[in-house]
């Protein structure tokens, strides 16, 4: 077991790291006493797989508990889903003593946030991840929202969670996508702030990959150590907390050039040694560091390159577009060595192009 305390003062919440962390949940919200009753909300599969679990937990603690479920997928995350949702509490009468339960991904828990920040202008609510994004990023931190035809994410609220459960043995029955998915974020954290921890991650890829549920605990905690550091220094994203949009900037302009067909990890490890490139090419960071970057990144499963049917011409319009830039201008967070980072706009065109250029269509 470990616990990280998220350092915002009077908003402060503990992320608890157990095996088995889910039978637990319903004796610990019984002693904070958080909410008088609570709305678990998941999506259909993690509903079936885990909702009786936590259901269960609650009862044992005398709690009080609703299943209420959605579609899996991105496709729920949308205005929609939460205004469903909000009509259903409404209907079973939950106020503002009540609380909501995010039980699943990264989909959820933004659902269920933005959910909980809106219900009568904010009603308490805990983050239980069960995938390993939602585990090492997406639950921690307090960006909550849904997407719009316009754009992913471009409605939300920053809205921390009263507390946040990690059930590593969830992790068991993630699809392997999934888990690469939540790697790629995991190694983000090594390059951005611990060269140590990403020598630990090239070590340990083996068991890693096993699932060894030891070194997965051990890899969570380190991951929300560093993002709730980030995070209690600059909750709302004005400077540090942008290191954790390493290896995104080119990333997101590849996901959206792919029309989403690339999986988010996949594009965020592309986006990860495509900042290492630029970071070499501008002369902050050592050709044998970037090639050791993305021997680990391969090592792992994941890609190094762009895959060739993307036209280098359209991965950088989307630059342009990024939610991120600034006047239409990206920042890029390129790696000084591995283990530290920084953040800059002034990056130029030709470089960009070059190193978008020599990653497409490489082996
Ligand atoms: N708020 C943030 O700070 C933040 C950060 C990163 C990503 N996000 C968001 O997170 C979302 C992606 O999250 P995700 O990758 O977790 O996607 P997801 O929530 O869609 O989960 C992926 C799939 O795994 C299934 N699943 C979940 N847990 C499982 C388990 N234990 N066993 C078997 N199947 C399981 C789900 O049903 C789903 O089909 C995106 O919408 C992204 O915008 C938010
Ligand atoms: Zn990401």
Redesign the pocket.
């Known amino acids: 077991m470990r616990q990280i305390q998220v350092g915002l003062g009077d908003r402060a919440y503990p992320i608890v790291i157990r095996e088995g962390a889910l039978a637990g949940i319903g004796e610990d919200l019984r002693q904070k006493t958080i909410a008088k009753r609570y709305a678990v909300i998941t999506?259909?599969?993690?509903g079936g797989?885990?909702g009786g679990n936590l259901l269960g937990s609650m009862a044992r603690a005398g709690l009080a508990a609703e299943l209420l479920t959605f579609p899996?997928?991105?496709a729920?995350?949308n205005l929609t889903t939460v205004g469903n949702l909000a009509s259903q509490l409404a209907r079973l009468g939950f106020d503002r003593k009540d609380g909501l339960i995010a039980l699943?991904?990264?989909?959820?828990?933004?659902i269920t946030?933005f959910l909980a920040a809106v219900y009568m202008r904010g009603i308490p609510f805990v983050q239980v991840?069960?995938?390993?994004?939602?585990q090492v990023?997406?639950?921690?931190?307090?960006?909550?929202?849904v997407?719009i035809p316009e754009g992913?994410?471009l409605v939300?609220a920053f809205y921390q969670p009263r507390a946040v459960y990690i059930d590593t043995r969830?992790?068991?029955?993630?699809?392997v996508a999934?888990i690469l998915?939540?790697l790629a974020?995991v190694i983000k954290y090594g390059v951005i702030y611990d060269g140590a921890f990403f020598e630990l991650l090239a070590d340990r890829r083996h068991d890693i990959l096993q699932r060894d549920l030891g070194i997965l605990e051990e890899v969570i905690a380190r991951c929300c150590t560093i993002k709730a550091e980030v995070v209690a220094a600059d909750e709302k994203e004005a400077d540090l907390r942008r290191i954790l949009n390493f290896g995104h900037t080119i990333g997101h302009a590849v996901e959206a050039a792919s029309g989403y067909s690339l999986?988010?990890?996949q594009a965020v490890a592309i986006g990860m040694v495509a900042a290492a490139e630029l970071a070499v090419a501008s002369g902050s960071f050592s050709r044998p560091e970037a090639d050791r970057l993305r021997e680990v990144i391969a090592a792992y499963g994941l890609p190094v390159t762009i895959p060739g049917n993307l036209e280098p011409a359209v991965v950088k319009s989307y630059l342009k577009t990024d939610k991120k830039a600034v006047g239409g201008r990206p920042f890029f967070v390129l790696p000084t060595r591995i283990g530290a980072v920084t953040i800059t706009d002034d990056v130029a065109g030709e470089l960009i192009e070059q190193v978008i250029e020599k990653l497409t269509g490489e082996p």
């Open positions: 999506d259909e599969h993690v797989l885990y899996r997928g991105e729920s995350k699943g991904g990264g989909v959820t828990g933004d946030g991840p069960t995938t390993l994004l939602a990023d997406s639950s921690v931190g307090g960006k909550t929202g997407d992913k994410n939300g969830a992790l068991l029955t993630l699809p999934e998915n939540g974020e999986a988010h990890g």
